[in-house]
């Protein structure tokens, strides 16, 4: 298994400011993927980081929007710049293991005022 | 807390054999139940959702109906393809606002020919 260490676990954040989250993983993974959970809403990916090139973005997000970086195979950081209160959400960090499961960090719940 | 408890895998069937992938839950309230699907080397996906009691959530061949009486969300297929292969998790999400969505460990499936 892994383990997933994210933060901050939660922020709340001023209109127009940016915030970078965080994700700390205790072994080496060559795909993490970071996703959105909205209020009451089911998860959304955002992009796909692997080490060495370009996030992949899904449908709806850009990078000028939600920069990511993957220096190395155990972290990576999701920024999201120029935040508005549409931004407030739980932001997960994921890997996915040699078995086939999927492991999630416990999430950075983001509040925009 | 809510907790979704899912059939372990790995999964072997043949073209065109019938697929069940068991799940259940605990749960407080009137959860919507998801299944997402994790093809290889991409990230979640979802697959289907029903958000209350005896609807049938389907979508590619594959369904799965809300079952409050035995809190069961099964995911079947009566005929998978090779393409089917990939790790399906079930998900719970909790009717409080802010409540993260909650997994099960995952069911690889492989489809052979």
């Known amino acids: 298994s892994a383990v997933i260490s994210q933060k901050p676990s939660r922020d709340i954040c001023q209109r127009g400011t940016s915030l970078t989250i965080q994700c700390q993983v205790d072994s080496q993974v060559t795909m993490m993927f970071w996703y959105r959970q909205q209020p009451g809403q089911s998860l959304t990916l955002i992009a796909t980081a692997n080490q060495g090139s370009e996030a992949t973005y899904e449908s709806g997000f850009v990078i000028d929007k939600f920069p990511i970086s993957r220096p190395n195979l155990t972290f990576s950081t999701l920024t999201v710049s120029n935040m508005s209160p549409e931004d407030s959400s739980i932001y997960l960090c994921s890997v996915e293991w040699l078995a086939g499961g999927l492991f999630f960090g416990e999430g950075s719940r983001l509040t925009v005022l | 807390g809510d907790s979704v408890t899912q059939m372990e895998g790995p999964v072997t069937l043949s073209e065109e054999a019938f697929l069940t992938i068991n799940c259940t839950y605990t749960a407080t309230g009137y959860p919507s139940l998801f299944w997402y699907v994790q093809y290889p080397g991409e990230g979640l996906q979802l697959l289907l959702k029903a958000t209350k009691a005896d609807d049938k959530g389907s979508n590619k061949g594959f369904e799965a109906t809300y079952r409050k009486e035995t809190t069961s969300f099964h995911l079947e297929k009566g005929s998978v393809q090779v393409s089917d292969s990939a790790v399906y998790f079930c998900?719970?999400?909790?009717?409080?606002?802010?409540?993260?969505?909650?997994f099960g460990k995952g069911t690889r499936l492989s489809v052979i020919a």
């Open positions: 998900a719970i999400l909790g009717n409080s606002g802010n409540t993260p969505l909650v």
